[in-house]
């Protein structure tokens, strides 16, 4: 985990100090950063990261529209930093391809924990790639080892934090999870999260898997209690 190569993008000389100074002291090695989002870009388009730290308020451009312009290239985790901080704004961001939604002013120790616990459930991923290789549900097929899903025979388009939702339901189908025991195995052991995060992840997970998302056939909310997955469906 600490040999992890993040990417840290904001225009703010401070807070870009002190968040590499943090991950310094937490033991992470590879650390890159920008000031602006065309010289993300380049960076991301001449290596690979594990994860990114993005602010939204950049010089030249828009943290969203650097986001869209990365998942052309890459599935890598996108935490946005951000002042902003209404329901509509984290929506905003999810939609756009973010994995995770931190505001300003933020405690560095959270950031760190919440980057480490991200970190550990995709090596807990890939780990589990090993046993269990290939799902098929119904009309769905996920390759673990590859890290893609199928509808239909037809790649389907997940973000990296999309992917391992689908492969923590599919893992555990016909189980009832609550939104926190959702949080807490996607995201991380802490639930720094909040309902909005998982909600909108199974909003844009349904529209990816379901014929029809507004009545879906594999991923049924069960009012008061939470989210189940289903292992038969009509066809």
């Known amino acids: 985990m600490k040999h992890a190569r993040l990417l840290v993008v904001d225009d703010e000389p401070v807070l870009l100090k002190m968040v590499t100074t943090v991950l310094h002291k937490e033991g992470f090695v590879n650390l890159s950063t920008a000031a602006s989002g065309q010289e993300a870009l380049t960076l991301v388009q ?3 990261f594990d994860l990114i730290l993005l ?14 312009e990365i998942r052309r290239l890459s599935d890598v985790p996108i935490f946005f930093l951000t002042a902003r901080s209404s329901d509509l704004d984290k929506i905003s961001g999810f939609a756009y391809g973010a994995d995770d939604y931190i505001t300003k002013p933020f405690n560095p120790l959270e950031l760190v924990a919440r980057i480490k616990a991200h970190l550990k459930r995709q090596e807990a991923l890939l780990g589990s790639r ?6 098929y549900i119904g009309d769905l097929e996920i390759r673990l080892e590859e890290g893609t899903a199928y509808k239909n025979g037809v790649p389907l388009q997940l973000t990296a934090q999309l992917f391992r939702l689908l492969c923590f339901f599919a893992a555990s189908p016909n189980r009832i999870f609550s939104k926190e025991q959702i949080y807490e195995q996607v995201w991380g052991e802490m639930s720094f999260g909040d309902d909005t995060t998982v909600t909108v992840h199974i909003r844009k997970l349904r529209e990816k898997i379901e014929d029809v998302p507004s009545k879906p056939r594999y991923l049924l909310t069960l009012r008061g209690l939470g989210y189940k997955f289903v292992s038969e469906v009509a066809q």
Request: aromatic share 4%; net charge negative.
């Open 46 to 48: 001449a290596q690979p």
């Open 55 to 68: 602010d939204v308020q950049l010089p030249d451009m828009q943290g969203y529209e650097v986001c869209t």
């Open 130 to 135: 090993q046993e269990t290789k290939v799902h």
